[in-house]
């Protein structure tokens, strides 16, 4: 992908990124598959300065755009936490949790009215900035993550992406958890079947500048289980289960998503599976 067809994509990028980044707009920067587990990932790590620009710069935090996400972020956290409180029998008071790259603390927010023993760890200095303000128990480095745990819940919203060593990552939320511990991991879905349309549609999840690692359940599941987390399945977790009956602009459509869902509702009657995603993955520690 060119540097203008990754601006031109994200709407969130202010039209002077150009000049933010020094760049002319036809730099080029691949995203790759590796031939022998077809794991997709960016091929070159940005620079720490060049990431610092683009997240504390280049995105435009007072979009009308921007402003309306943040707004509309707490709706799809407050679901899966009111199901990780389901998991945890509603028992929030004597949580100890980490929100891992916590942004500007939605999450944390909401666990912290609820009572829950929050440490919001982010790397971004404007980002710590307004957590702190916001009275929200900020830490800055995994020395400090260390110090504060160990943790009953660890909360990894949409961060795994962006880390250049995910295996890393997770090691350390091995380290630092409870027996029991419950992760909740939240990363743009890239099955195989989507690949394709993703990349034709030049969807802005494609971004070798912030996004890393292209996650699919496989190998997310792999990932986490290599650090004894096994996966929790959406059977269990207490939600609506998804079959994929979803809103069709014509019948035709609708008359096909309602022929797969309903074998996908005798799959579940069978065997108890549904339909699941990397978007809202939840792991328990298994030591």
Known sequence: MSARQ????????????????????????DIVKCTECDFIYSKDLPSPDFLSLVYDKVIDLSSEQ????????????LDYLSILSRLLNDNTMAL????????????????QALGVDVAAYETSALRRSSLSELGINTVSSIEQIIQNGPYSVIICDNVL??????????????????AN?????????????EVDRSVAALDMSLNPWEHLNYFDKQHLDLLL????????????LGADINIGLRCESNAFARLK?????????????????CVESVNRRFYRLNK
């Not at 921007?66 to 799809?76: I, P, T, V």
Request: net charge positive; with cysteine; charged share 20%.
């Open 257 to 273: 998503n309602a022929a797969i869902s309903c074998l996908r509702l005798l799959r579940f009657v069978a065997k108890g599976t």
């Open 66 to 77: 921007s402003l309306a996400q943040y707004k509309n972020e707490y709706s799809r956290r």
């Open 6 to 29: 990754i601006a031109n994509n994200n709407w969130s990028y202010r039209d002077n990124y150009q000049s933010l980044l020094k760049l002319s707009g036809d730099e080029l920067y």
């Open 161 to 178: 992406e962006h880390v250049p060593e995910p295996n890393k990552v997770i090691e350390l939320f091995e380290s630092i958890s409870q």
């Open 181 to 193: 511990t419950i992760v909740f991991i939240s990363v743009p879905s890239y099955e195989k079947h």
């Open 96 to 111: 100890k949790a980490l929100d891992f790259g916590a942004g500007f603390g939605q999450t944390s927010k909401i666990m």
């Open 225 to 236: 289980a290599k650090y004894n987390f096994d996966v929790i399945p959406a059977s269990q």
